[in-house]
């Protein structure tokens, strides 16, 4: 059988043909049991500010645990006091390289950009559930990274802080586009966007970007382990299924969503999976699925 393995920073295991050859210094990723994978942000002594390196390894970790068979659930947390401070300013790599012409800085601020943009997509495109436990600050691209996520729980002490437009500017990476479709109140988001004012947890729960509040770091992220448990002992076909459809119909009409489930069922509904799950609940029993 293959050994649970540990991705530490600045160390090197060939995890699975997914993951082999990935060098991680900003990420850890331990294998769990039961396909259950835990990605943690690994910068604790910079409060998990987020520098050049780590955009690319994070579109690395989750495009390679989206083509893992074994994978079927992903707990994102982060070491320290701090889930994450932002963007790391003292990396001179976030900023994008200079050019005399306006527009041609203009151009290379679109390439750069896409490269931060794309490592949080890959969190969401990634068919494989994940549940992130924040605590203590989450600030900036911190609240971008987990708008990506599917479920958000956080530790009693959590704050969330839209910061950019208290540093000029409007925020880029993902939470203007994301947020309004998870809370669904404009109002909330234009307050805290348009403020840069500080979002306590409790506050965050009563409209909607969490779906629970823990009373610490480490309950947050055993209950995002039991979340993730749950869902990694389901059919791995019914849950990607699932979640591709969410993200379908989240960016589409109720009719082309409609649509969409039916082609969808039509070709994924001839898994095993579906007789498996149907026999064990006649017999009272939990099913075991084989991996994607």
Excluded at 119 to 140: D, W, Y
Excluded at 152 to 168: H, M, N, T, Y
Aim: aromatic share 6%; charged share 20%; with cysteine.
């Amino acid at each position: 059988p293959k050994p649970s393995v540990i991705l530490l920073p600045k160390c090197h295991w060939w995890l699975s043909s997914a993951m082999a050859g990935l060098e991680l210094q900003t990420l850890a990723v331990t294998v769990g049991e039961h396909g259950v994978y835990h990605v943690e942000l690994a910068r604790p002594e910079m409060r998990n500010a987020m520098n050049w390196r780590f955009w690319s390894e994070l579109r690395q970790v989750f495009d390679a645990l989206a083509q893992d068979a074994e994978c079927r659930a992903i707990v994102l947390s982060a070491r320290g006091k701090s889930f994450s401070a932002g963007l790391d300013l003292t990396d001179a790599g976030n900023m994008p390289p200079p050019a005399e012409d306006p527009a041609r800085q203009g151009l290379r601020f679109i390439k750069h950009l896409t490269v931060m943009q794309d490592g949080v997509t890959a969190v969401e495109n990634c068919l494989k559930p994940t549940i992130v436990a924040v605590q203590g600050a989450c600030v900036g691209a911190g609240v971008d990274l987990i708008t990506a996520c599917d479920v958000r729980l956080c530790s009693a002490d959590a704050f969330f802080c839209i910061k950019e437009a208290a540093v000029g500017l409007a925020a880029d990476v993902g939470t203007l586009a994301r947020l309004p479709k998870i809370v669904g109140n404009d109002s909330i988001v234009r307050e805290l966007a348009l403020t840069a004012r500080d979002c306590p947890a409790d506050e965050a729960k009563s409209f909607g970007l969490v779906s629970r509040v823990l009373p610490s770091q480490e309950e947050a992220i055993r209950a995002a382990k039991a979340i993730a448990q749950q869902i990694a002992e389901l059919s791995p076909v019914a849950i990607v299924g699932t979640k591709k459809n969410l993200n379908f119909a989240r960016d589409h009409t109720v009719a082309e969503s409609l649509d969409y489930v039916k082609t969808w069922n039509a070709c994924m509904l001839q898994t095993q999976d579906f007789q498996k799950a149907i026999a064990a609940s006649l017999k009272k029993a939990k099913p075991a699925f084989s991996k994607l």
